[in-house]
């Protein structure tokens, strides 16, 4: 047994790195007692050395792009802020500002004596800012069908028009208008329900105000506050608030006035109180005085409204003239129509017929001929004149309205009993030749007005037709001094009478007196051109042959015979050109006339085209009309009778 000793146990040692073997010599042999042989180590790899690049040119590179990023961006800044900046801050103010047109008051009509006839209303334009109705604003898709379907019952148009406004095709547009001069109930129901829906969202956030867009522009509706009473006078006002016929076209500049402007910035639709609006006030339109009577043009519609009914007539006019100033008292139409209410008017009857329609006048045209005769010296009231009952002239044979055996007239006699024969035997007096004698009456005929306009000016006016006299054919040579073979309007005929009726001197006839400006003061239309077409002698002699035919028992319009005054007139019933087939069918029925025949004051023109029911004839259905509008004429301008006696011309001889 090995003894174990005590002390501390000997260090081993470490052995070091193997040394190579000497040359030629033998290894050693290892034996119980020899040390253990040295394994030789694997040889270490040798250390990598690491060596850090040089940061220059990735710092290089990396300035130089931070360079060019901030050259665009310096670049870009210098045009927005230096080259462009007009052009973005015009772009910035259309985004933030809107403009909005102030809508000028359009001036009022009214009649001689200051009674409205057309005046203006407080109304308002609904109007809508369309990218208020985006999905970006709402966060809704259907925004705009959602805001049609609230507004189409209130505004009385169909929801998918008001789809289309509010998705208008160009994306950027901050207007577009709804509806035009509505009333301030209409808009009031919008904005009630516009705040409810406001106050809705603020409490539920879930709901989408999508009335937010919609706005309104204070403006002014046109109202008539007679209804159809002078409807074809006054005219109307169409969707963009201009006249569309009648005064309120001819004088639509006058009654416009001027628009003005307003711009504000705004933000959700609202204004920005804090910023400041420019605003350019609009200018009212003037006011407009006609020369119509309200009372008198009631009075003559109601008769030729009455009598187109009773007659079953295509239609009808009345006129009423101051004989001494060519002032239109009265222009009535039968049928009209309402211009509050033109959805259910007639494209027909929307005109003014009285001075839009050309006819035949007949024999109430037979006093132009008479001037002629008279004023040319070659005949007299009591010169005799042999009316067969028949007579070949041209191409044709004439004759009278009723058969007779020759009558023995007076050329006085001659317009009493309104003789078509009569008239050409004394027209034919005119001229050595026949041709000479067209030339003279187509003269007279000129000088009366016959194929130019009036002097209205009234839009839609036809000058009548009448050819010259060397155009004239075989029959028109015989049948334009009876009234056949040329064509007037009533407003024509009227100022025909009212001619005679002022010695001789044709007025231009007016409608309006004048205006009445912004600043209240008051213009009188220019003075009418005044022409003398016979002397005041012939045309005494005229007055006193007109009443014959009213007041001689053989007269042809004893049915417009008044009480107290002295009337003078002329019946008239005319072949009538059918205007849909340009032949003759029915009648033209007319009666014109002036009173006090001997202190003449008022002219009376009445006419009615195609009456199938009752009589035809001018003296039957016009005569009352006639005396009907006249008696209230007179009254409402507080004319009495003159008192004289009439001069009885004789109509026949023996």
């Keep these: 047994m090995t003894e174990v000793s005590d002390r501390e146990p000997p260090r081993r040692r470490v052995p070091g790195p193997a040394k190579p073997a000497r040359s030629g010599g033998a290894q050693r042999r290892q034996g119980p007692g020899a040390r253990p042989a040295r394994r030789p180590a694997p040889p270490r790899p040798a250390a990598r050395i690491i060596r850090l690049g040089s940061p220059r040119p990735r710092l290089r590179m990396v300035g130089l792009a931070l360079t060019l990023v901030l050259s665009a961006f310096v670049v870009r800044l210098l045009q927005v802020q230096a080259v462009d900046a007009s052009t973005y801050a015009a772009k910035a103010e259309k985004n933030r500002y809107v403009g909005y047109t102030l809508a000028a008051e359009r001036g009022g009509i009214t009649d001689r004596n200051g009674v409205a006839l057309a005046t203006s209303v407080d109304a308002y334009d609904i109007t809508a800012d369309p990218t208020l109705f985006s999905r970006e604003q709402l966060k809704i898709d259907d925004g705009p069908e959602q805001a049609a379907a609230l507004l189409a019952p209130i505004l009385g148009q169909e929801q998918e028009t008001i789809v289309r406004k509010l998705r208008p095709e160009n994306k950027n547009s901050r207007y577009t208008l709804l509806a035009r001069r509505q009333t301030p109930q209409v808009w009031k129901q919008i904005k009630d329900l516009k705040n409810a829906l406001a106050t809705k969202a603020e409490k539920d956030k879930s709901t989408v105000n999508v009335l937010a867009g919609v706005l309104s522009v204070a403006s002014s509706k046109r109202v008539y506050p007679n209804g159809d009473l002078a409807a074809g006078i006054l005219g109307w006002v169409n969707a963009d608030g201009k006249g569309g016929g009648g005064i309120e076209q001819q004088l639509n500049k006058e009654l416009s006035g001027k628009d003005g402007e307003i711009r504000y910035a705004q933000s959700g639709g609202r204004q920005v109180p804090t910023v400041s609006a420019t605003e350019t006030p609009a200018v009212p339109g003037s006011d407009v005085e006609l020369t119509i009577d309200r009372d008198i043009q009631w009075a003559a519609q109601n008769a ?84 067969p009952n028949r007579l070949h002239r041209g191409d044709r044979l004439f004759k009278d309205d009723i058969d007779h055996e020759t009558w023995y007239l007076t050329l006085n006699g001659v317009l009493a009993k309104s003789s078509n024969i009569g008239t050409i035997l004394a027209t034919g007096q005119l001229g050595r030749t026949q041709p000479q004698a067209n030339r003279v009456l187509y003269d007279y005929l000129r000088k009366f007005g016959l194929g130019s306009y009036t002097g209205l000016g009234f839009p839609g006016e036809t000058p009548g037709i009448l050819a010259a006299p060397d155009k004239w054919s075989t029959s028109q040579q015989y049948t334009i001094p009876f009234g056949q073979g040329v064509s007037i309007n009533a407003m024509q005929a009227a100022s025909v009478y009212s001619t005679i009726a002022n010695g001789g001197v044709r007025v231009e006839p007016s409608l309006v007196r004048g205006t009445k400006g912004p600043d209240g003061q008051f213009t009188p239309a220019p003075a009418p051109k005044k022409t003398r077409v016979i002397s005041a002698k012939t045309a005494k002699t005229l007055a006193q042959m007109l009443e014959s035919v009213v007041d001689d028992r053989e007269g042809t319009g004893t049915k417009a015979r008044i009480p107290g005054y002295r009337v003078a007139g002329k019946t008239g019933t005319a072949n009538r050109v059918d205007p849909a087939t340009g032949k003759y069918r029915g009648y033209t029925s007319s009666f014109a006339g002036f009173a006090p025949a001997d202190k003449p004051r008022v002219t009376v023109y009445c006419a009615i085209q195609n009456a199938t029911a009752g009589n035809y004839f001018g003296g039957q259905i016009c005569g009352p009309i006639y005396k009907q509008v006249m008696e209230f004429a007179l009254k409402t301008l507080q004319i009495p009778p003159t008192g004289a006696r009439p001069a009885k011309l004789p109509v026949a001889y023996n």
């Design 304 to 387: 030729i409204s009455e009598q187109v009914k009773k007659s079953r007539a295509d239609r009808g006019y009345v006129i009423v003239q101051d004989a001494r100033t060519g002032q239109v008292l009265a222009m009535a139409n039968s049928p009209g129509f309402d211009p509050n209410d033109l959805a259910e008017a007639s494209g027909e009857n929307m005109g003014n017929a009285a001075v839009q329609d050309a006819f035949e006048p007949g024999s109430t045209a037979k006093v132009m001929s008479m001037a002629a005769v008279l004023e040319e010296g070659v005949a007299t009231p009591g010169t005799h004149v042999v009316v």
